[in-house]
């Protein structure tokens, strides 16, 4: 078997089709080369000589197709990306929240887990300075369960830390040994990660103080970021705030958003 196989024209639109039916991830002409270099190696493994046969394997076992959805999917993600989002939250939305029981936040495509701690040092920092005992809960879910299980682990390179100060990786951070760190335990129990695709819909106990969904509907087509527009509308509690990737926007959706400032709604 040749190194790289070709994808043929219809092979690539059943991938594609396949892709958007799942997870409503739109892969246009240009992603033909990205699909070919990120499914290749399944062919080799299974020893097949087609795309059209990995695709018969796929229509029959879902979790190769979890796995190569989870090869497509773009999952770079570091930690305090977007930092006008963390000064919004300790800024804005924690002196709102400081005398609640509880702040509850949704991470929506949280990757490996660097956005959520993000998000949760961030706000015991901010707590901490205002001396509240405000309780923290976040959800932070995403459709790759390799990326969950590393987030759960919340074991990184300590490279990954260079926009923190020492104090904060001092506070927020144990050594494991010269080139990585672990988040501290009372991190990692404020947050439940759990797989979940933006594709369904969720039956929700307690809505949300704020959802993070930030550069993950930048895949979608603009059917499967209404659907999850709607769905975020519907978790989130009235005067709560949106965050989306400065890439992104949400303008004709139909609902009812007030703009605050770049990348950031509020439910009206
Ligand atoms: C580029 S990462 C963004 C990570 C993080 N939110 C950030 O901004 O750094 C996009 C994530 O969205 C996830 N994703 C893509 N389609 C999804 C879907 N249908 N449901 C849930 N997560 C999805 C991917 O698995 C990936 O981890």
């Known amino acids: 078997m040749n190194s790289m196989a070709e994808i043929t024209e219809k092979e690539f639109n059943d991938i594609r089709a396949m892709v958007y039916r799942f997870a409503g991830i739109y892969l246009g002409d240009e992603k033909k080369s990205l699909v070919v270099s990120r499914l290749n190696k399944y062919l080799k493994k299974y020893n097949l000589r087609s795309y059209g046969k990995l695709l018969d394997m796929i229509s029959k076992d879902n979790d ?92 990184y390179k300590i490279d990954a830390l260079k926009n923190m100060s020492t104090d904060l990786i001092n506070r927020y951070f144990d050594k494991k040994d010269k080139k990585t760190v672990q988040i501290k335990s009372f991190i990692r129990q404020l947050i439940s990660f759990r797989y979940f695709n933006l594709r369904n819909n969720i039956n929700l106990y307690n809505k949300f103080d704020l959802i993070l969904c930030r550069n993950v509907m930048i895949y979608f087509d603009k059917s499967m970021q209404k659907h999850t527009l709607e769905l975020f509308y519907n978790a989130l509690k009235p005067g709560a705030y949106l965050f989306i990737g400065h890439a992104e926007s949400i303008y004709n959706s139909g609902l009812n958003f007030e703009f605050v400032k770049s990348a950031i709604y509020r439910k009206k």
């Open 64 to 155: 190769l197709l979890s796995k190569v959805i989870n090869s497509i999917s773009t999952n770079v993600t570091y930690f305090f990306r977007e930092s006008d989002h963390f000064d919004f939250i300790a800024d804005t939305i924690v002196p709102r929240f400081a005398h609640s029981e509880t702040i509850r936040i949704w991470s929506a495509g949280c990757s490996s887990g660097e956005e959520p701690y993000s998000v949760a040092i961030c706000i015991s920092e901010a707590l901490r300075k205002q001396r509240s005992h405000a309780n923290i809960k976040i959800l932070a879910t995403d459709i790759s369960t390799d990326v969950i299980k590393t987030a759960q682990k919340g074991i």
